[in-house]
Every structure is written in C-alpha cells, then in structure tokens.
C-alpha cells in the first residue's frame, strides 16, 4: 500500500512549500541585504543629502563617481595606502594561517606523538577564546619583542587561527588516505616531500576554506590594528576609515563638511576585494565544508 504523501507513479513529487519558512528567509535575506543597499545608496550621497534624504532611496543628484575621486585624493592618496596595507596584511595573514593550519591539521590527523590529545584539547579550547580578550596581552608581548607600529604586529597574531587547525584536522582525517602515504614512504618520499607534493593538493579545498576565513577576519579586523599601530602610513583601511569618521564628527583640523560623504564611499570600495574574493573562492570553500564533515 502505498503511503499518502508518496506520488503516483510515473509523476514526480510535488515540492513542499512552507509559508512561515519562506517568511523566515526572506527576514534572513533582507537582514544580510539591507546594510549592503544602503552602503551602495549612501556612497552616491553628498554629506547633506545622507541626512536630508531617504536612506535607501537614492537623492536627486546621485554624485558617486565624484565620490570615488575624492576618496582616492583625500590627504594626498592616503585611502590607497591603507588599501594596500589591508591587502599586505590580510595576505600574508590569510597565506600563512592557512599553511599552518594545514600543516597542524595534518599532523594531529596522521601523526600519533606524546601528549596530542591534550594539546588538540587546548587547541579545541583556544577556539572558544575571543580574540579581543588577548588583544592586551599580545600589545605587552609585542612592545617588549619591539614591534609594536610594524607590519609585524598585525600580521603574526593573525597566522594562528586554532578553528582554522582543528577544521583542517577534520578535514584530513577523511581526505588523505593513510594507504596513500605508506606507499609514498615505501618509494622514499621524506615527510616534507610528502606534505608539499601529496598532501597540500589533496587538502586543497580545506585550505582555501581557511584561507578565506583568515582573510575576511583580517581584512575587517579592527581593534588589533588600532592598538598596535601608530603612524597613519601603516593603517588598514578599517583603523584609517576611523581616523576619517572621527575628524568627521569633531570637526578636527583637516576635516572638510564632505568628509563623511568619504568614509561612507570607502567603506564601499574596501569591501569590493571581499566580494570578488568570495565569488572566485566559492565552490572550492563549499566542496572544503561538504567534504570535511561528511564521513566516507
């Protein structure tokens, strides 16, 4: 007997459709979309405007272009340098956090060693640690080391990432196969040919998962940039958005009445290299989260 909710033969399954689900997510869609149009609204505004304007309806005398130019030239060129110090950081941070994860990864995955359980439980435990709570004891660390207001201060707290090594961890576990590196230690490969040649490739997707986690919270990170750095000419784009915001609501020397109508325009530009990164990265950041947490 054929249960009620199954189809008739030869005729394929009606979809079931939720009304409070759909609801649901369209809360959800326009939660994550709202911020984004107006950012994208409020860039083709003037200072005026933004705030005798509707907020998500563009003013009469859209001027985004403008905008844009007077991003790039404000304090003679200063938002590029901060765009490219947000791409030196968040690179090298995003690179090297995923190398390290996948090589941590791999190695309490494949290697049996005295004390892995316990130094996996402390990595397991570094996870639930908020980043903002070692913020001051890496300031103390880094002003005895001497490197406090250098590239270094921001760049080396960012390579260790404890979810990016536990989530590479998982990830080998399953996509390195142990019959595939006895037989590469059998032919005489040493472990760091192995690792280079063999592994990395096989742990592609996970990596570039990592990858790209490292270089979203590197990219927006804030508070580490603000209290490492110094000079204006070493801040990321966030810190020096601030400094603009800032000079905006104090009226400080060098502020001008379209300085908001700026910070607004450089909050847009600054997110443009996320989006393009997230669109070329996507399919292999979906296979690296499918494929770790999926036992074969």
Same mark, same amino acid.
């Given at each position: ?51 005798? !304007? ?15 130019? *007077?991003?790039? !030239? ?34 309490? *995955? ?154 607004? !325009? ?31």
């Amino acid at each position: 007997m054929r249960p009620a909710s199954a189809a008739p033969p030869g005729k394929r399954p009606r979809a079931r459709r939720s009304t409070p689900l759909t609801i649901a997510m369209l809360a959800v869609l326009a939660y994550f979309l709202l911020p984004l149009c107006w950012l994208l609204i409020a860039s083709t505004k003037s200072t005026q405007d933004l705030f005798n !304007t509707f907020g998500l309806w563009f003013s009469h005398a859209p001027q985004l272009p403008a905008n844009v130019r *007077a991003t790039f !030239t404000q304090d003679d060129g200063v938002f590029v340098h901060w765009l490219l110090n947000t791409v030196m950081y968040a690179g090298v941070s995003a690179v090297g956090a995923a190398l390290l994860a996948a090589a941590g990864g791999y190695g309490f *995955a494949k290697f049996r060693f005295l004390g892995d359980r316990a130094a996996f439980n402390l990595v397991l435990g570094a996870v639930m640690v908020p980043t903002t709570a070692l913020a001051i004891p890496t300031y103390l660390l880094f002003a005895k080391a001497g490197l406090v207001n250098t590239p270094w201060a921001v760049i080396l707290p960012s390579l260790v990432n404890p979810f990016g090594l536990y989530l590479m961890r998982i990830y080998a576990q399953d996509a390195v196969p142990d019959s595939l590196l006895e037989a590469a230690r059998i032919d005489g490969a040493g472990e760091a040919r192995i690792f280079f040649r063999i592994v990395l490739r096989l742990l592609g997707p996970g990596l570039v998962t990592v990858l790209l986690f490292t270089l979203v919270a590197t990219w927006n990170n804030y508070f580490l940039p603000l209290i490492m750095l110094n000079d204006p000419d070493l801040y990321p784009v966030t810190v020096g958005l601030s400094s603009w915001a800032a000079q905006a609501q104090n009226g400080g020397a060098g502020s001008s009445s379209d300085m908001l109508a700026l910070v607004v !325009t450089g909050s847009l530009i600054s997110i443009v290299p996320l989006v393009v990164a997230f669109l070329l990265l996507q399919r292999y950041w979906q296979s690296g989260l499918a494929t770790g947490g999926v036992k074969q």
